[in-house]
C-alpha cells in the first residue's frame, strides 16, 4: 500500500507541473507576436539616431543629394514619355542644348505660306540656347519658323516678317542650299505665347550661284573642320561655311558659321577650329578670298 500510494502521490504532482508549464505558453506566444510588430518606442532611438547622422555628414549627404538629383530628372523625363499619351506633348522641334521645347506641336499650315521661293511651314516657340546672334543666351518661349527653300537655286540670304499676334517679328536666314529648309529664331529672341498667330507680311530675298571650287573639300569634326587641298600647284586662302543640322534633317537656326584657313599648301590638309561645329554639322559653302 505505501508503494501503491508513493505512486500516486508522484503521479499527482506530475501532472499538476504539467498544467502549469501548459499555462505558461500562451504568454511565451504572446511576445513573440509583439515583437514582430512595429517597433517600440524603446527601439525608435535607435533607428532615429542612424537617420541623423547619415543626414548630417556633409559628404553622405552631397553624395545622396546628387543621386537624387539625377533619379528624379531621369525619372521625370520617363513619366513625361510615357504618360503623354498625346502628340501635343511631345517635344518635336530642335532644340540646341537637348532642353526640350516648352511649346505643343508646331502649327503646320493646311495653306501654304510663300514668299518667293521660300515655303514656310511650322511655326511655334522654342526655349533653350540663342544662337542667332553669337550671344548663345538663354531664352524662353521665342518665336520660331521652320523656313523651306522650295528652288533650286542657293539662297545666300533672306530677311522677313511676321505679324504674331499684333506683335512685329523679324528672322534671317543665310546660306540655305536649294530644298533645305531651317528653323529660325526671331530677331532679338521675341517672346510669345502658346497658340500665337503668325502673319506673313513680306520680306526680301537673295539667291546665287556659289563659286565651285573642285579641290577643296572640307569634314566637319568635333570642335573643327579638316580641310584638303588637292590642287596640284596652289595654295588655298579662304572660308569653310557650315551649319547646325537637327535630327530631323533641317538645320538648326537661320546663321551660318565660318572659319578661316589660309595659305593651305599644294596636296595638304589641316584642321581649323570651328566653333559649334561637330561631326553632324554641314558644310553649305567654300569661299576662296584670292
Known amino acids: 500500500m505505501k508503494i501503491l500510494l508513493s505512486v500516486l502521490i508522484l503521479l499527482s504532482t506530475l501532472l499538476l507541473v504539467g498544467c502549469k508549464t501548459q499555462e505558461a505558453l500562451p504568454n511565451e ?14 527601439e525608435a532611438p535607435s533607428q532615429q539616431d542612424g537617420t541623423a547622422a547619415e543626414s548630417t555628414d556633409p559628404d553622405s549627404e552631397s553624395e545622396h543629394g546628387q543621386q537624387g538629383t539625377e533619379t528624379q530628372e531621369g525619372g521625370s523625363n520617363g513619366q513625361v514619355s510615357e504618360s503623354s499619351g498625346t502628340e501635343s506633348d511631345q517635344p518635336t522641334y530642335p532644340a540646341p542644348t537637348g532642353e526640350p521645347w516648352v511649346s505643343d506641336v508646331p502649327i503646320e499650315k493646311t495653306e501654304p505660306v510663300e514668299l518667293d521661293g521660300l515655303r514656310f511651314t511650322s511655326f511655334g516657340r522654342y526655349s533653350g540656347t540663342y544662337f542667332e ?92 573642320v579638316l580641310v584638303e ?62
Not at 157 to 182: C, W, Y
Open 29 to 42: 506566444r504572446g511576445g513573440s507576436t509583439a515583437s514582430s510588430g512595429p517597433p517600440s518606442l524603446s
Open 133 to 224: 546672334d553669337g550671344s548663345d543666351k538663354a531664352v524662353e518661349d521665342v518665336a520660331v519658323v521652320l523656313v523651306v527653300n522650295t528652288t533650286e537655286r542657293y539662297l545666300e540670304l533672306a530677311i522677313f516678317s511676321f505679324e504674331i499676334d499684333g506683335a512685329p517679328a523679324t528672322f534671317t536666314v543665310t546660306n540655305l542650299p536649294p530644298q533645305k529648309g531651317a528653323w529660325v529664331l526671331a530677331r532679338d529672341a521675341l517672346i510669345v505665347n502658346s497658340g500665337a498667330s503668325f502673319v506673313l507680311k513680306g520680306g526680301t530675298t537673295t539667291f546665287c550661284t556659289p563659286e565651285d571650287i573642285p579641290t577643296i573639300t572640307a569634314q566637319p569634326l568635333d570642335g573643327t
Open 229 to 290: 587641298n588637292r590642287s596640284e600647284t596652289e595654295a588655298f586662302s579662304g572660308y569653310i561655311y557650315y551649319k547646325t543640322v537637327y535630327e530631323d534633317g533641317n538645320y538648326l537656326g537661320g546663321v551660318t558659321y565660318r572659319s578661316l584657313i589660309e595659305d593651305l599648301p599644294a596636296q595638304s590638309r589641316t584642321e581649323i577650329t570651328a566653333a559649334h561645329c561637330d561631326e553632324t554639322a554641314e558644310i553649305v559653302r567654300i569661299v576662296t578670298t584670292e
